[in-house]
């Protein structure tokens, strides 16, 4: 069973890849890159919801046409977390990749696409998978807001901890991950290491070689995680 684990920088990717044994590299059309380590296949797509989308589609694409499908597609990375569900250094995995910016500004304030009448805002990973990786990594499970502008002040974060109450992180790829994942069939999953506090903008306070230790302490657990739920075929892949 092969894992696609998308990130966003190659710090992220390295700290995926330090929990399993690596193997090789594969160029991919694009100049993509993906390193392979144990059973994951790790590329460093890029910040933000496009490139992750743009990233993850090409590798989905290519593994397809080889007859070699994903199993499973992981947006992994650092995030910020959501106080006090997610301190900094914990793990969240989602139980929700939610957009939490796409939609329209109105007199009445933000209103989703999906209340304009299309689109999608919300994926939602299988649930049993959900619980047994939390479980096994010590991890919360909630939603992860995927944004695209980073969360900067108490007033932004409180309005979108009231818009989402199950709100555990924000980060700005898992959406665009699971869009890619939704079109070819393949189950999603987002795993973010915790840097930092949604809120007000405290570089000085950020734990990013904390929140790249905790990624890489989930991605060891991930593969016995994924077997007690799936056997070792991997996850129901719908093409
Ligand atoms: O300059 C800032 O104030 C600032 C604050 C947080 C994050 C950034 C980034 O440019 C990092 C974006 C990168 O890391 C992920 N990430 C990490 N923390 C957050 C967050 O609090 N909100 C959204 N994204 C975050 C994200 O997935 C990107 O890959 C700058």
Redesign the pocket.
């Known amino acids: 069973m092969r894992v696609l684990v998308v990130t966003?920088?190659t710090a992220e990717g390295d700290a995926v890849c330090a929990a399993a044994e690596p193997h090789d590299t594969v160029r991919l059309p694009g100049g993509y890159v993906v390193h392979r380590a144990g059973p994951f296949d790790v590329l460093a797509a890029g910040?933000g919801p496009a490139a992750a989308a743009a990233g993850t589609a090409t590798a989905l694409t290519t593994a397809a046409l080889a007859g070699e499908p994903y199993a499973l597609a992981v947006s992994a990375?650092?995030?910020?977390g959501f106080s006090p569900g997610a301190p900094l250094g914990s793990v969240v995995v989602a139980d929700a990749i939610v957009a939490a910016d796409l939609g329209a500004e109105t007199p009445d304030g933000f209103t989703p696409v999906t209340d304009l009448g299309f689109g999608t805002v919300a994926h939602r990973p299988d649930p049993a998978l959900v619980e047994a990786v939390a479980a096994a990594c010590g991890a919360a499970a909630g939603t992860v807001l995927t944004?695209s502008t980073?969360?900067?002040s108490a007033a932004r974060a409180a309005e979108l901890a009231a818009r989402h109450p199950g709100a555990l992180a924000?980060?700005?790829?898992g959406f665009g991950v699971a869009e890619a994942a939704a079109a070819h069939g393949v189950p999603v999953m987002e795993i973010r290491g915790v840097?930092?506090a949604?809120g007000p903008?405290d570089?000085a306070a950020w734990r990013i070689g904390d929140a790249l230790a905790a990624l890489t302490g989930a991605f060891r657990t991930l593969p016995g995680a994924l077997a007690t739920v799936t056997g070792p075929a991997g996850p129901t892949h719908h093409p």
């Open positions: 966003a920088v910040v990375g650092i995030g910020g944004v980073v969360t900067g924000e980060a700005m790829e840097s930092n949604v903008r570089r």
